[in-house]
């Protein structure tokens, strides 16, 4: 079984800063890639920025230019920065990992970011 702990998580004005972590523990594998996405209330859960473990990344396309994915291989952890943040990026936030047992989720921190 993979566990995921996610922080940093909170509350911020707009025009503000947050860092997101994720770090994975238990069975791990060759993780093929780690990310984030979230989830606002009455909406599908979405990508917001993922990492694979060549380093190529991808991300959500209401985030590109704000966000910076990065992930630290010896400690099985993924940040993401998110600046420049905007009350449309409240949500709650899931840590996501797939390795070749699975993909495996986060319990999810949430994000509000105040007008």
């Known amino acids: 079984q993979v566990q995921l702990v996610g922080s940093g998580g909170g509350l911020v004005q707009a025009g503000g800063s947050l860092r997101l972590s994720c770090a994975a523990s238990g069975s791990i594998f060759s993780i093929n890639a780690m990310g984030w996405y979230r989830q606002a209330p009455g909406k599908a859960r979405e990508l917001v920025a993922r990492?694979?473990?060549?380093?190529?990344?991808s991300y959500g396309d209401s985030v590109k230019g704000r966000f910076t994915i990065s992930r630290d291989n010896a400690k099985n952890t993924v940040y993401v920065q998110m600046n420049s943040l905007k009350p449309e990026d409240t949500a709650v936030y899931y840590c996501n990992v797939v390795q070749i047992t699975g993909g495996y989720w986060g319990q999810g921190t949430q994000v509000t970011v105040s007008s």
């Open positions: 990492i694979f473990s060549g380093g190529r990344t």
